[in-house]
């Protein structure tokens, strides 16, 4: 039967209706979800069913209309890191003329906190460019209370035309724990993919990311609406000593939804790729927050003994990580660090 639900509208004269294929006398709801379970994984069929059967619009996960919905849900923190912030990772995106970075907050169930993002102007193999990363990456980040945390690990972009230069800087670095990184496109293969080594620089590391699996992970937790696991919370601009402009701005918003999966059929098979949204836009904002998560998850995180020493629980930050044989090394200065608040 008719079930009118907004009784103004039909005041005014207006009607509108709602079906779909489970009123259909001509097929049966076991016909509808079979059809629907066939065509699961593969988004031109998914459509399909989307449109004619269940009567509804098909959107994609992490298909954004614009990124007003972004700026809108940006938070005033109140201070550099806001409450429930545990650790610190950079994420830095290396260009011709320009160094790009970004500072997160992790917390509880990987919920996250964008706490600055930000560009360096300067060619990469100018010493002047990497000081201004270091003043960066070096500082203290301080809570409402006091409080002060340390960029525990950073994630560096080796690819383009300085490599050589990331790798000397991460050799030099590597007891603050910068390591170079490349990303690896392709289905199947892991955001922490593997380590691998340097050839051009001896006794460096060079993480292997699975670039496609991370962006992905992005666009899932984007599309987290409430607050919790997962959720990716950022800031507002707002009169903060050391932290006035954060750099969430309209192009960050729309750099981190630039691209999005495309499926495409080669030799017969369907296949998905990440391409842009749009000719023009810059997608460094969402290179920085997938080199971010994959940051984060290599530190494997024990996030309750971290809320324990955060919240002055516990006095040894070395037992607040998983970490296993560079965690013994670098117990004394933890924990002379912990004076201060500090993780590290």
């Not at 008719?2 to 489970?22: C, D, H």
């Not at 460096?204 to 990716?232: C, T, W």
């Not at 006035?244 to 918003?253: A, I, P, S």
């Not at 059929?265 to 749009?278: A, R, S």
């Amino acid at each position: 039967k008719y079930v009118p639900q907004n009784k103004v509208a039909i005041k005014n004269g207006i009607r509108s209706f709602f079906l779909n294929a489970f009123t259909s006398p001509w097929i049966t709801w076991a016909e509808v979800m079979k059809e629907w379970f066939e065509a699961k994984g593969d988004p031109t069929r998914e459509q399909v069913v989307m449109n004619t059967r269940f009567g509804e619009s098909y959107r994609q996960v992490g298909a954004f209309d614009d990124e007003q919905v972004f700026l809108r849900r940006r938070e005033a923190y109140g201070a550099e890191l806001p409450d429930g912030v545990l650790m610190l990772t950079a994420s830095v995106d290396t260009q011709d003329n320009r160094l790009e970075y970004e500072v997160c907050g992790w917390g509880m169930e990987e919920e996250s906190w964008g706490i600055t993002k930000g560009i360096i102007l300067g060619v990469p193999d100018k010493k002047s460019t990497w000081d201004q990363l270091d003043a960066i990456l070096d500082r203290s980040y301080r809570f409402k209370s006091g409080k002060e945390l340390h960029v525990l690990r950073t994630f560096i972009d080796s690819g383009g035309h300085y490599t050589t230069q990331v790798y000397e800087y991460c050799k030099k670095y590597r007891n603050k724990q910068r390591f170079a990184i490349k990303g690896q496109g392709g289905p199947g293969i892991n955001l922490n993919y593997k380590i691998a080594r340097a050839t051009k620089v001896d006794k460096i590391a060079l993480v292997i990311l699975g670039v496609d699996e991370g962006k992905q992970q992005v666009m899932n937790r984007l599309s987290i609406s409430e607050h919790g696991p997962q959720y990716f919370h950022f800031p507002l601009d707002e009169d903060v000593p050391g932290l006035r402009d954060r750099g969430y701005d309209e192009l960050y918003f729309k750099g981190i939804i630039s691209e999005h999966l495309k499926t495409i059929k080669k030799y017969g098979e369907v296949h998905q790729i990440w391409v842009p949204v749009k000719e023009g836009v810059r997608n460094e904002p969402l290179d920085l927050r997938v080199y971010n998560l994959a940051c984060m998850r290599s530190c494997k995180p024990d996030w309750t003994r971290l809320q324990e020493f955060i919240n002055g629980s516990s006095a040894v930050a070395s037992s607040t990580t998983k970490e296993s044989k560079p965690a013994k090394k670098r117990k004394k200065r933890m924990k002379s660090a912990s004076s201060r608040s500090s993780i590290w």
